[in-house]
């Protein structure tokens, strides 16, 4: 069954960057190639939020539509990662991160955390100075 691992959270000030990482295993039902992955993130007291995705041929979207082009997301198939780089980082992004996957074929992913199959335990980000 496939697996999801986040890591790269962490304590970071204002106007910094991180890069968070979602490792999948695995897999054996379906290749990697059409296994889309989206990120959501969870503020304190707040409910889950859709912030970006990517499907199996790389193309991106973003979920949230108002990060200003801070939140990108890349696809490492050598090592079935996805990375999602967050720059500028304000203290509104401090969050648990969760990734979350689902196999679609043709290409298409979905920032509806409902739409997926396969979740992550989560990385914590916190901006503060």
């Known amino acids: 069954q496939l697996q999801l691992a986040e890591s790269g959270g962490g304590l970071v000030q204002p106007g910094g960057s991180l890069r968070l990482s979602c490792a999948a295993s695995g897999l054996t039902d379906f290749p990697w190639g059409q296994v889309a992955i989206g990120w959501f993130r969870q503020a304190p007291g707040k409910e889950r939020e859709g912030v970006s995705c990517?499907?199996?041929?790389?193309?991106?979207?973003d979920v949230l539509g108002s990060t200003k082009g801070r939140f990108t997301l890349s696809r490492d198939d050598a090592e079935k990662t996805v990375y999602l780089q967050i720059n500028s980082l304000e203290p509104e992004d401090t969050a648990v991160y969760f990734c979350?996957?689902?196999?679609?074929?043709?290409?298409?992913?979905?920032?509806?955390?409902?739409?997926?199959?396969?979740w992550g335990q989560g990385t914590r980000v916190a901006v503060s100075s």
């Open positions: 979350a996957a689902r196999r679609s074929d043709p290409y298409y992913c979905a920032g509806e955390e409902e739409w997926y199959h396969y």
């Open positions: 990517i499907d199996g041929s790389g193309q991106d979207v």
